[in-house]
């Protein structure tokens, strides 16, 4: 359990690094199975999820080591196909290991995911395209159990672009014989990652970044080098915390294209911001206006990870700010907290409305999860007085040394363990 306290009125100012991508990390971790091999990442960000997934590496039988952002892992004396029900608990998103497992072993055992809190969170689309591989699923007491003897190239359509759903199926397709695509694919910049991962491990995957992803086979090669992409929404989340508190900020790293979207509607709150590409500079005054409605959805629309801190800048933003939320049921209950602080948001099913109120006030606050708890930080950071956050953990799975980053900036933030 952590407290933040988070001390408002300061602008932020400086420059910094952003950190590598939770969300390309994880899965290019699960890829690693995928054959015997070596593989050596950079840039990979110390955070609790990246840990849990080291542990189900370490679980299955690989050897992994960490040097700072650099991590080495030798799937070479892969043993077991089963992931613990705890870690499952603890991560759903291991879920990625079924493709990966499925394409070495054959067969994969793991705890069918939970919900969390952004609501339930099914993983119909990934069994379906497992099984149009190839490949037997049983669900007993609790978990999941594949075999595949032998996986065989199929079109996979999706009823509904899914990041998680398409990247299991472009790992098992890498094991299977003939040719398989994958249409309405998820078109996430991690999916573009994770298809320069698997050329380089030695698979032919082509069309990631657009709907359909074609998959025609595996040639495995026994070293592995990549450096993980920087984290968009790591980005987002800095860059609307200068947009609230007022300051000019510039982000070494982190790529515009990737979170255009998050980047516009900034700028329609009343932000200058200068554009590189590989670099993004922002400055404002801190007195925003109201941005045209943000309507979350598969990419390349508005991220949905970024809705809760584009919400968390407009709320002393002049005049009334619309969010729809498209992705997830349950992503607004982080908005309940920042009432606490006097924002004035009114919730109805997936559509949010804030607001503008002159000033917030620091209060005591309950992060909910992940990215719901960064946004109580930014709007921490534009209240007056001090807001304290208690946090079981949500934020550092996805900010790498958060509070660190943002006193790099100026900002009065410390974690209290
Ligand atoms: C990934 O989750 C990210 N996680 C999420 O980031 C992100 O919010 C999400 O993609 C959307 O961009 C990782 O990459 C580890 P989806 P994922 O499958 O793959 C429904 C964060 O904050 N769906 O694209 O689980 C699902 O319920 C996390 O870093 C099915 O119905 O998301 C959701 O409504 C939060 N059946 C929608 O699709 C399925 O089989 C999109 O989910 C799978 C998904």
Request: hydrophobic share 40%; glycine share 10%; with cysteine.
């Amino acid at each position: 359990m952590s407290v933040w306290h988070v001390t408002g009125g300061r602008r932020l100012e400086g420059s910094v690094t952003v950190q590598g991508a939770k969300n390309a990390a994880l899965p290019i971790m699960a890829a690693s199975v995928l054959a015997p091999c070596e593989t050596e990442l950079l840039n990979v960000p110390l955070l609790k999820d990246v840990d849990t997934t080291v542990r189900i590496l370490r679980g299955l039988g690989c050897a992994v080591s960490r040097d700072g952002d650099a991590m080495t892992i030798d799937s070479r004396g892969l043993s077991r196909a089963e992931i613990p029900h705890s870690l499952m608990r603890e991560l759903r998103s291991s879920v990625i290991f079924l493709g990966a497992l499925l394409a070495r072993c054959g067969e994969a055992r793991l705890s069918m995911p939970g919900g969390c809190e952004l609501g339930p969170r099914p993983i119909d689309l990934h069994l379906s395209a497992l099984r149009a591989l190839g490949a037997s699923i049983e669900e007993s007491g609790g978990d999941l159990v594949c075999r595949a003897e032998k996986l065989k190239g199929a079109q996979i359509a999706f009823p509904m672009p899914s990041v998680g759903a398409t990247e299991n199926a472009m790992l098992a397709a890498c094991a299977a014989e003939g040719e398989t695509v994958i249409m309405n694919a998820a078109r996430e910049p991690e999916i573009e990652e994770l298809q320069l991962f698997l050329r380089q491990l030695g698979a032919d995957v082509s069309g990631a970044g657009t709907p359909t992803v074609t998959v025609r086979g595996f040639t495995s090669a026994k070293r592995v080098g990549h450096r993980i992409m920087p984290d968009r929404i790591v980005a987002s989340t800095l860059l609307c915390a200068a947009a609230s508190a007022g300051g000019d900020v510039e982000l070494r790293g982190a790529e515009p294209r990737h979170f255009s979207t998050v980047l516009h509607s900034l700028s329609e709150c009343g932000c200058d911001i200068i554009e590189r590409r590989l670099s993004v500079r922002l400055r404002s005054g801190g007195n925003l206006r109201a941005p045209r409605p943000v309507i979350t959805g598969p990419y390349p629309a508005f991220p949905t990870d970024a809705q809760p801190l584009m919400l968390a800048a407009c709320l002393r933003a002049a005049g009334t700010s619309v969010f729809v939320e498209n992705v997830f049921q349950n992503r607004f209950r982080f908005t309940e907290e920042l009432c606490r602080l006097g924002a004035r948001i009114h919730t109805e099913g997936r559509v949010a409305v804030v607001t503008g109120v002159p000033a917030l006030y620091g209060a005591p606050t309950v992060a909910t999860d992940l990215r719901g708890g960064a946004a109580l930080i930014i709007a921490g950071l534009s209240a007056e007085g001090r807001t304290d956050i208690l946090d079981e953990g949500h934020v550092s799975r996805g900010y790498e040394l958060f509070d660190e980053r943002l006193r790099e900036l100026g900002a009065e933030v410390m974690r209290e363990d």
